[in-house]
Each structure stands twice: as structure tokens, then as C-alpha cells.
């Protein structure tokens, strides 16, 4: 029973080796590699056409606050004209026009949650991008040369720029 056993795990051994020399694992890393980019760039565009969208909304609601602002103008007018038929109007348009800034609002606020849920993951999968391609460097396979692997060795992280900030600033004061 024992030498069954054991030449079993002999051949399953065996099996794996062979697999994993059919397999190629530098490709198949490479592979990874090119997967993680490509769903890496597709966050970063899901990113930027949020906060695209988020700086549309901000646009929209001073618009409609510009509007408010003129229809208590109008409203001031229709008062003192003694037109409480077209006050009525101009009162209905503002109510509408606070809903719509309202819905506005909430959709800002869910957008503005997307985006601070999305920022560190982006930043996650860029570290773990950039992992695998030191484990690809350190395995000896050449990492895929992509458009984005120039950013990613050239991009700087913020505290990196917050120590440069403040060298600069100390060496600028005055003694």
C-alpha cells in the first residue's frame, strides 16, 4: 500500500514538472502582466470620466444657483407689480429648479463616494502592477514593453513631491 502511495506522488510529481514546463512561465507572467495593464487603464479611465462627470455636476449646480438667484429678482418684481399670477410661475420654476439641484446633489455625493472607493484601488493594483514586473525583472523574462510602463517608472509619488516642496521652500527663504 505504501509503495503505491509513494509512486503515485512520484508520477503526480512528474506530471506537475512536465506542466510546468509546457506552461512557460515566463510567458504566462508576461501574460499577467499584460492583463494587470490593461485592467489598470481601464480604471484610470473609468476615473477620469468620473470626476469629468463630477466637474459637470459642479457646472450644472452653480447654474441653477445663478438661476435661483435671478428668479428671487423676478420674484422681487412680480411682488411689487401686484403679478401674483406670474410670481406663481416664476415660484414653481424655482421649486423645480431646487429639486433638480438637489437630485443633482445626491448624484454628486454617490459619484464623489465612487471615486474616493476607486483612488486607492487604482493605487493598489498599480503596486501590485509594478510588483509583478519586478518579479519578472528578478526572474529574468522581459516584462512586455507597453505604453505604461514608462509612466510607471517615471511617476513620482506625493511624498516624494512634499519633501522636494519643502527643500525648495527652505532654500528659498530668506537666512
Known sequence: ?????????LFRADMHAVLDRIEEPQQLLAQAIREM????????QQLKLMEHEQGELRRRLQGLEQGLAKSEEELDLCFKSNKEELARGIIRRRLETERH?????QKGEALAEQIKQL?????????EL??????A????SEAPASASAP???VSVRDDEV??????????RMPS
Open 101 to 105: 439641484g438637489a437630485l443633482l446633489a
Open 119 to 127: 483612488t486607492p484601488r487604482i493605487e493598489q493594483h498599480r503596486d
Open 137 to 140: 525583472e528578478f526572474l529574468g
Open 151 to 153: 509612466a510607471a517608472a
Open 37 to 44: 495593464e490593461k485592467a489598470l487603464q481601464q480604471e484610470q
Open 1 to 9: 500500500m505504501a509503495l503505491i502511495t509513494r509512486v503515485a506522488r
Open 162 to 171: 512634499e519633501v522636494a516642496f519643502l527643500r525648495e521652500r527652505q532654500r
Open 130 to 135: 509594478q510588483g509583478m514586473r519586478q518579479k
